[in-house]
């Protein structure tokens, strides 16, 4: 089993700023994109950004000019920058990483074997 370690959630108001970083094996974090998903209550779990080696990058919609992805190669850490949160926004946020060099996990779409984090909880309210 492998561990991806996360961390920099919190409660924050409308408006407000958060970063989220997320640690992984090496030898993961050096073949396979990674990316966050989050799952708020009720709602299915949905990706909110993805990178892959190359640093092509994708953004759900609702997140786009608001949140930005990016990953430091010598620390084996991806980020998730999340700026102008909104009430919206608030659900566990999970980091992920591909399993494999065909994983459709960049595209919202992630394999069973896929490798996931503990979840942070991220909550923007007033």
């Known amino acids: 089993q492998v561990q991806l370690v996360e961390s920099g959630g919190g409660l924050v108001q409308p408006g407000g700023s958060l970063r989220l970083s997320c640690v992984a094996p090496g030898s993961i974090f050096s073949l396979y994109p990674m990316g966050w998903y989050r799952q708020a209550p009720g709602k299915q779990r949905e990706l909110v950004a993805a990178?892959?080696?190359?640093?092509?990058?994708n953004y759900a919609d609702s997140v786009k000019g608001r949140f930005t992805i990016s990953r430091d190669n010598a620390a084996n850490t991806v980020y998730l920058q999340m700026n102008s949160l909104k009430p919206e926004d608030t659900a566990v946020y999970y980091c992920?990483?591909?399993?494999?060099?065909?994983?459709?996990?960049?595209?919202?779409?992630?394999?069973?074997?896929?490798?996931w984090g503990q979840g942070t909880q991220v909550t923007v309210s007033s």
């Open positions: 992920n990483a591909g399993s494999s060099s065909r994983s459709l996990s960049y595209f919202g779409i992630p394999d069973d074997d896929d490798y």
């Open positions: 990178i892959r080696n190359s640093g092509l990058t």
